[in-house]
């Protein structure tokens, strides 16, 4: 068989661990690997590498992806579709797996309905896609998180500060409940609930009645204050209609501080969440989602995506992971409740 790969969507601990996964079992079983550059932009333009054993070795705790990645919509660019169909059939493919997101694993679903043989690999720091417990690059993101939090830690209690923490997750709170239980934050704020500042304000300076001289504050960038909108960096929507997200943080600063009277400091950590090397957990579930990928591409599996269930790797159709949005379990939140003040 001849498999092509892409990566799609933002970069992420771990892909590399996946594409290795499935070059170094195809290659046992006699079968040829492509590597599509900058995903369905690659596609779109024929833009290919051949993946063999040299060009894997070594990549294993490399964060971000050998392939390169971008935002691209097929289906936004005039003739896109038709194009991608073509270069599958002009590179004799007979199988391409798509390592992404809701908006890469989106695009695979349609052209998994016009014919093409497609299998899907979840991918997300966010860990917002539904059908799996749990998406690689997650676990990544959490520990960086987790880490700079300690570190805040003891620079807010040496100024007696308040410190604000904006994390990622979009429209979900995966990566501030995790990390902000795991660094010991003592408010938590997500996308799933809206922000009632005069309980956080109120919680805050109850803390410190008792003799607590600082506090550590999560945000998730989707978070909003209610009846109001989300924070955006700028209005204008990529080619899958999202807006980037950014700014809560310093707006939430400023207000804590106003209406406690306490010093306050924001650190936004944007980028840093998802680069640099995969936790170990993210490297052996990306290996099993490649190995597994590969053996659906092999039994013609199509229009399937690798899934972890407990701790098992299954398949699930293409189509669950992009129905619906997996927001946070609150019976977690109500977890992380009890350490807030």
């Avoid at 170094?24 to 051949?50: C, H, T």
């Avoid at 007979?94 to 890469?104: M, P, R, V």
């Amino acid at each position: 068989m001849k498999i092509g790969i892409l990566t799609g969507g933002g970069d992420c601990p771990g892909l590399n661990s996946v594409i290795r996964a499935i070059v170094r079992k195809a290659i046992s079983q006699d079968d040829e690997v492509i590597g599509i550059r900058y995903g369905w932009k690659g596609l779109i333009e024929k833009d290919y590498i051949k993946l063999t054993l040299s060009s894997v070795s070594g990549i294993l705790p490399k964060g971000g992806t050998v392939l390169g990645t971008s935002r691209t919509n097929p289906y936004k660019k005039e003739g896109g579709p038709e194009a991608a169909k073509a270069n599958f059939k002009a590179l004799g493919l007979d199988a391409l797996i798509t390592i992404g997101g809701e908006d890469t694993l989106g695009v695979a679903t349609k052209l998994c309905k016009e014919g093409l043989g497609v299998v899907g690999v979840p991918k997300t720091i966010d860990n917002d896609l539904g059908a799996t417990d749990f998406t690689f690059g997650f676990d990544t993101a959490v520990n960086i998180v987790m880490e700079c939090i300690d570190r805040l830690h003891t620079t807010a209690e040496s100024h007696n500060r308040i410190m604000v923490v904006e994390v990622m997750g979009r429209h979900t709170g995966w990566i501030a409940t995790y990390a902000g239980i795991a660094g010991g934050a003592d408010y938590i704020l997500v996308p799933e609930i809206p922000i009632d500042v005069e309980e956080v304000c109120e919680s805050l300076k109850k803390r410190h009645e008792r003799g607590k001289n600082f506090s550590i504050v999560v945000v998730s960038e989707g978070g909003s204050f209610k009846d109001e909108d989300l924070f955006t960096q700028e209005k204008k929507l990529d080619e899958f209609g999202h807006v980037r997200l950014g700014g809560i943080g310093h707006t939430l600063g400023k207000i804590i501080e106003t209406k406690t009277g306490y010093e306050t400091r924001v650190t936004v950590l944007g980028h840093i969440q998802r680069g640099g090397s995969p936790t170990a957990f993210d490297r052996v579930l990306g290996t099993r989602y490649g190995v597994k990928a590969y053996e659906l591409v092999k039994a013609a599996k199509f229009s399937r995506m690798v899934s972890l269930k407990g701790n098992d790797i299954v398949d699930v159709p293409l189509k669950e992971a992009t129905a619906a949005l997996k927001t946070l379990d609150l019976k977690l939140y109500e977890i992380a409740k009890i350490f807030f003040g």
